[in-house]
């Protein structure tokens, strides 16, 4: 897990890094961290041509965490495969959080032949 200093509580306060603490008897002094945050973020190529489910589905993710996308064709389209932050044409894919993550979902669009007539 990645964390990130927050702040001191106790008998000293504030964010700045590193503090003074002056000693006048007992002490305690406590170092206060979050855990970081990342996005993923889901691009659609080309737009409208399906979509992209996440499990579990949260606004952030944390370092380590496994989310598992399936796409979703619309009518006439075809997944087609993975790019970005995730590859190939595995259906569902799972990813593992290691920072900001992008995937893009692609999509075929439907081939129609001109007919001719004689």
């Known amino acids: 897990m ?4 927050a702040n001191w509580s106790g008998d000293a306060s504030g964010t700045t890094n590193p503090v003074t ?3 006048s008897g007992n002490t305690n002094v406590t170092a206060n961290f979050t855990q970081n945050e990342y996005a993923l ?3 659609i190529n080309p737009s409208g041509s399906g979509s992209v489910t996440k499990n579990p589905d949260h606004p952030t ?3 380590g965490d496994e989310v598992t996308m399936t ?3 619309s009518d006439g389209f075809t997944f087609a495969n993975w790019s970005g932050d995730a590859s190939g044409t595995t259906n569902p ?3 593992t959080i ?3 993550t992008n995937v893009t979902a692609n999509f075929i669009p439907p081939i129609y032949f ?3 007539f004689r």
Not at 2 to 5: G, I, L, Q, S
């Open 21 to 23: 603490v002056t000693i």
């Open 71 to 73: 796409a979703t064709a």
């Open 2 to 5: 990645v964390f990130t200093f």
């Open 41 to 43: 973020d889901v691009v």
């Open 61 to 63: 993710y944390h370092y």
């Open 114 to 116: 001109p007919l001719f």
């Open 98 to 100: 290691s920072g900001y």
């Open 93 to 95: 894919v799972t990813v």
